[in-house]
Nanobody, 118 residues
Framework: QVQLVESGGGLVQPGGSLRLSCAAS????????MSWYRQAPGKERELVAA????????NYGESVQGRFTISRDNAKKMVYLQMNSLKPEDTAVYYC???????????WGQGTLVTVSS
């Protein structure tokens, strides 16, 4: 019943920008912190950004600080990741994640591929 559906990935040139979206359903969205992770070929999955349930606090992985911005719209049950100044090393599958809390497990979307290449 819980669903997280990412969109917005694609091919972009180095230095370009892209905005990812995550549509959530099947749970009380405004009660959960949300996050974005990514996984590149041959590398471990890593935290990109996280945001509190009401969007008051944000946290970022060191490799994307100053370039990426996470946001959310609780009325629309959406989470966004604005990616600027993209680098080839940002190439990865990007995943939307809901934390586990109360008696509910964490949940993951299927991912959207971002390729940064000229």
């Amino acid at each position: 019943q819980v669903q997280l559906v990412e969109s917005g990935g694609g091919l972009v040139q180095p230095g370009g920008s892209l905005r990812l979206s995550c549509a959530a359903s099947g749970f009380t969205f405004n009660m959960y912190p949300m996050s974005w992770y990514r996984q590149a070929p041959g590398k471990e999955r890593e935290l990109v950004a996280a945001i509190t349930s009401e969007g008051f606090k944000r946290n970022y992985g060191e490799s994307v600080q100053g370039r990426f911005t996470i946001s959310r719209d609780n009325a629309k049950k959406m989470v966004y990741l604005q990616m600027n100044s993209l680098k080839p090393e940002d190439t990865a599958v990007y995943y939307c994640k809901r934390v586990g809390r109360y008696n509910n497990p964490e949940a993951w979307g299927q991912g959207t591929l971002v390729t940064v290449s000229s």
